[in-house]
């Protein structure tokens, strides 16, 4: 299963992959289950972040299975909570591909947008961009590990749970955007309203 052509709804526009198909495909897996990831730095975060994507697409499309990941990350995330079961590397590479191919699926059977993808994974995607530039800027390896993350920057402002909160809630506001708009017609605001605010809080946290 690979993506042959990109539609950008907005622009009336589809762009064909040709050759690039696979390439373009497996670069989308990569991206995203890298972003995924890197939000993994912080108990309940990426559990509760993946369940609200299983929810966008269980609202796209009735599947089962997005129920029973849903109930199954559910059970994680009490003994997440309580320090006695991680997702590490490999459960988050696993749940990260695992949503990657349910997105890429339902965009490749016209179900969801191009547009409403981008929305729905953007804050990990603007994180992990924002990483990478300010590395090399640094003169540092962009694949390196560091503290520089969004949740660790507001771990060292807040506390445990204050942090949480407030990143479950950066994470929500384009969702729900995505969902409560009409993609098509709003993507330029939405967009910019989330890099705004984003931008916004990680200066505003720095400052201090």
Do not use: W
């Not at 050759?19 to 373009?24: H, P, Q, T």
């Not at 609202?59 to 909570?81: A, E, R, T």
């Not at 300010?134 to 920057?153: M, S």
């Not at 969702?175 to 984003?198: C, R």
């Amino acid at each position: 299963m690979s993506i042959n052509n990109i539609n950008i709804s907005f622009l009336n526009k589809k762009i064909l992959l040709g050759e690039f198909s696979i390439f373009f495909t497996i670069l989308c897996y990569l991206l995203f289950i890298n972003a995924f990831n890197m939000l993994d730095g912080i108990n309940i975060s990426a559990a509760v972040y993946a369940i609200l994507l299983l929810v966008f697409l269980y609202l796209h499309q009735n599947n089962i299975i997005f129920i029973v990941l849903i109930i199954s990350l559910l059970f994680f995330l009490i003994k997440n909570y309580q320090n006695k079961l991680f997702l590490g590397n490999n459960g988050s590479y696993l749940l990260g591909f695992i949503l990657s191919f349910f997105f890429i699926d339902l965009n490749i059977t016209k179900v969801i947008s191009v547009e409403e993808i981008f929305l729905a994974m953007i804050i990990p995607g603007l994180d992990m961009l924002r990483l990478y530039i300010q590395r090399i800027y640094n003169k540092k390896n962009p694949f390196k590990a560091d503290l520089n993350h969004l949740h660790h920057i507001l771990l060292k402002k807040f506390s445990y749970y204050k942090a949480v909160i407030y990143l479950l809630l950066i994470l929500c506001i384009p969702i729900f955007l995505n969902y409560f708009f009409e993609v098509s017609k709003k993507i330029y605001l939405i967009i910019f309203i989330t890099i705004l605010y984003v931008s916004l809080i990680i200066y505003l946290l720095k400052k201090k």
